[in-house]
Structures are given as C-alpha cells and as structure tokens.
C-alpha cells in the first residue's frame, strides 16, 4: 500500500522551514526518507525504525509515530540546495522480503 | 568512484526490440533492486535480490527477467518493448534485506520506446 504524502508541493524562501508527511494505512516496519534532484538519482536522507532508532543526516530530523503510522521529515532553515521532489519509503514487515513502497513525493522549491 | 552504476544511461529504441540494462556495485551490498520511475515520478519497484537469489517479484509483466549472476551485479533484460515500458529505470543497493538500512541508488537508465 502507497504511503501518502503531503504537501504535494511547497514554496519556501532561503532560511525558512518546512515539514514533509507521510502516513501509511499499515503497521510501519521502517520508514525512509530520500530526496531527488531533476536528473538525479534519489538520495538517502534519514531512516526511522520502529523501536526508535534512527539513522540520518545533522542538519535533517525526523519524527516516527508508530501508533499512528506517520513520519515527518523537517527541514529548519532551507538552504538553496534542499530543492528537489522529496520521498518517503515505508516498509511494513521487517522481514527478509523486504520492500521499500513510496509516496508520490514532495516538490520542495527553495527561493532566494 | 561510483557506488551504484548502471549502463547504459539513455536507451531510445523501437518498439518490438530487446534490450538490457545492466548494473554494478561495488559497496560490497547483499540485496540490490530494480525500480521504475514513470512520467509522473512514481517510484515502483519492481525486482528485489538478495545474495543473488530473487527475493521480491512485484506484478511486472513477464517480459521483464532480472538475472543476477553474482552479489555485485543486478542486469535487467526486456523482451518485445512496449510504449508503456518508456520510464527511468532505477538499480539500487543496500547492505541487507530487512529495510534497517540505507539504499544506494544508480544513476538511472532513461528508456524511450518510439
């Protein structure tokens, strides 16, 4: 099952902040965070285990609500360079067939 | 030098024809994927492997067959091409099978199918 993401899209200006949603409809597993640049491959950004570890970047963080099957990724004081469409991945087993699903993403547009 | 490559990185072909898309790692990962990402930027996977032995098989029409013929290296054959098939094609890798860890994506290959 999909997770749904929202915003679809967000405007922001250098130095302003932002809050990215996923939500799953299924127990969470793990959920990952990637960001993709046009052209680009995705890249890893943060991930969230259930149980409460989390593996990611300084400048990023994150939030895990297991009972309510959410995550969110902030993003504090945007920089020019945090533009790109935004993904999040959630896995709902844990097990060795593991498959990450994603949400339709987030246009992140970071203006001077 | 690049973690996840995949050649090659644009395929514009006939609708009919064969093709392969192939793709290396060097991070010395056990699982490595196919996914596909379509016009609209949905990100879909499709072939998940683990130590060389198929692990996930997601609804993709038998025309597409993975073959992995060691850990490092993950190739993607496409038989009879369809217009559908247009898509940028993502081979990734991570170091295990249970979703802990981060996924390291290739470049991606852009098939154009005219």
């Known amino acids: 099952q999909q997770p749904v993401q929202s915003p679809q899209a967000v405007i922001l200006r250098e130095g302003e902040d932002a809050v990215i949603n996923c939500s799953s409809s299924?127990?969470?597993?793990?959920v990952h965070w990637y960001r993709q640049k046009h052209g680009e491959a995705p890249v890893f950004l943060m991930i969230?285990?259930?149980?409460?570890e989390q593996k990611g970047h300084e400048k990023i963080s994150a939030s895990f609500n297991e009972k309510k099957q959410q995550s969110s990724l902030y993003l504090t004081a945007s920089q020019l360079s945090y533009s790109g469409t935004y993904f999040c991945?959630?896995?709902?087993?844990?097990?060795?067939?593991?498959?990450?699903?994603f949400g339709k993403g987030t246009l992140l547009t970071v203006n001077p | 030098d690049t973690a996840v490559s995949q050649t090659p990185k644009y395929l514009v072909t006939q609708m009919g024809n064969d093709k392969s898309i192939k793709c290396e790692q060097n991070?010395?990962?056990?699982?490595m994927y196919w996914y596909k990402q379509d016009s609209k930027k949905f990100l879909k996977i499709m072939f998940s492997?683990?130590?060389?032995?198929?692990?996930i098989n997601e609804t993709v029409p038998n025309r597409f067959s993975p073959k992995s013929p060691d850990k490092a290296h993950l190739n993607l054959h496409i038989n009879s091409l369809e217009l559908g098939d247009s898509a940028v094609y993502f081979c990734?890798?991570?170091?295990?099978?249970?979703?802990?860890?981060?996924?390291?994506f290739g470049q991606g290959t852009r098939l154009t199918v005219v």
């Open positions: 990734a890798s991570s170091q295990d099978a249970f979703g802990a860890t981060e996924a390291f």
């Open positions: 299924k127990a969470l597993y793990s």
């Open positions: 969230l285990l259930k149980g409460g």
């Open positions: 991945g959630t896995e709902n087993s844990g097990g060795s067939n593991y498959k990450l699903t």
């Open positions: 991070l010395g990962h056990d699982t």
């Open positions: 492997y683990n130590n060389k032995e198929l692990i």
